[in-house]
């Protein structure tokens, strides 16, 4: 038995790293954010330029929080969510679509975060930490 006031020889396991899956086919806009969020706060960031390469990410892998351009090659980013949604493990994943124009059928969707372009980073950041929380 061990004394009451001895050290417990069982630590609390770290919480698990937060994982932010990035879809953007810019890819000096995917690098910035890549940095920007490997430089605030201890997660995996994966970047992807195209929707067809993030279905197929995630059947491996379920993100904490997805960040979607709209305008992809392929698919447009509301393609992309229908079929996100539909992904096992990703039917509630917050999505954050970013555009600098977004049609109205994207705006009616209850389902997504709208990120207007361009975007302040820090407020990025914000809606981020506040999606981890």
């Known amino acids: 038995m061990q004394a009451p006031d001895a050290p417990s020889s ?23 954010l890549v940095q920007f969020f490997k ?4 997660c995996q960031v994966i970047l992807v330029g195209d929707g067809f390469a993030a279905l197929k990410i995630t059947r491996t892998l379920v993100p904490d929080v997805i960040l979607l351009d709209y305008l992809l090659p392929g698919m447009d980013g509301l393609e992309c ?9 990703l039917e509630q994943t917050p999505i954050l679509l970013m555009s600098a124009s977004l049609p109205k059928r994207a705006r009616e969707r209850k389902d997504l975060i709208f990120v207007e372009k361009p975007f302040e980073l820090d407020r990025l950041l914000r809606q981020v930490q506040e999606l981890f929380a």
Not at 39 to 42: A, H, I, N
Not at 81 to 89: E, M, N, P, Q
């Open 10 to 32: 069982q630590e609390e396991d770290p919480p698990p790293i937060k994982t932010i899956l990035i879809i953007e086919d810019d890819p000096d806009i995917g690098g910035i």
């Open 39 to 42: 430089d605030e706060f201890p």
């Open 81 to 89: 969510v229908d079929a996100l949604r539909i992904s096992k493990g």
